[in-house]
């Protein structure tokens, strides 16, 4: 299948720093990533969704001030939390889509921020 | 929102039983997604559906997308211990805008 990596893929930070992670589509070109938060043991939560050259569309519930979303090319976006606290630790994975009639949907391997 | 129910939310099993999942909503689906998430990685991708009634196999696994389009199973054959993990369904409806409405997941354990 297709390959999106996402850098870093742990990170530890102190509370009131920025946090920037990149999602990279590496054999494909993906207009559309989406973003996503996960809490051990749970589903992923969409939090927002990145379109090429335009502003994300942010899912209800979810800071567009605290969470940057910027996706300046067909292969990169980035995902930054800023001013991070304690409670944004969490697992962040990043998806990219391959667009067409048969959509397929690929993922990062995901990013665990741990905010001290 | 839409919402999608996933069973069994856990499975122990010995190696070499065969194991079945399957997701349900309460609206109409086009595309239905089977995901294997390992500990501390993303999903990847296992199996896509886009047409009712579809049956694809990939290797020991099998997913159907159900007729009436609000359903999907997969199937493992001859469970093996490296099929551990989290299985999530996920599904997209027309109007979506590509997103995916995921399910809450089975954890599957399997005791060699």
């Known amino acids: 299948g297709a390959v999106v990596s996402q850098h870093p893929s742990r990170v530890i930070c102190k509370s009131g720093t920025s946090v920037k992670i990149e999602c990279r589509s590496l054999?494909?070109?993906?207009?559309?990533m989406f973003w996503y938060r996960q809490f051990p043991k749970q589903s992923l939560m969409l939090m927002a969704t990145?379109?090429?050259?335009?502003?994300?569309?942010?899912e209800q519930g979810v800071e567009k001030d605290k969470f940057l979303i910027n996706h300046a090319s067909l292969t990169l976006s980035t995902l930054t939390v800023t001013s991070a606290h304690p409670e944004d630790s969490s697992f962040y994975i990043c998806?990219?889509?391959?667009?067409?009639?048969?959509?397929?949907?690929?993922f990062g391997s995901g990013t665990q921020l741990s905010v001290l | 929102g839409q919402q999608l129910n996933q069973s069994p939310q856990s499975m122990f099993i010995q190696e070499g039983e065969d194991v079945s999942m399957n997701c349900t909503s309460s609206?109409?689906?086009?595309?239905w997604l089977w995901y294997k998430q390992d500990p501390g990685e993303g999903p990847v991708l296992l199996i896509a559906?886009?047409?009712?009634?579809e049956l694809t196999s990939n290797g020991r696994l099998t997913a159907q997308f159900g007729i009436t389009r609000k359903d999907s199973f997969l199937n493992i054959s001859a469970s093996i211990p490296s099929d551990v993990g989290i299985y999530f369904c996920?599904?997209?409806?027309?109007?979506?805008?590509?997103?995916?409405?995921f399910g809450q997941g089975t954890i599957l354990t399997v005791h060699p």
């Open positions: 998806s990219a889509s391959s667009g067409g009639e048969n959509e397929k949907l690929f």
């Open positions: 990145s379109n090429e050259g335009s502003k994300a569309t942010y």
């Open positions: 054999d494909f070109q993906a207009t559309t």
């Open positions: 559906l886009y047409k009712a009634g």
């Open positions: 996920a599904g997209r409806y027309l109007t979506s805008y590509g997103k995916l409405t």
């Open positions: 609206s109409i689906f086009n595309t």
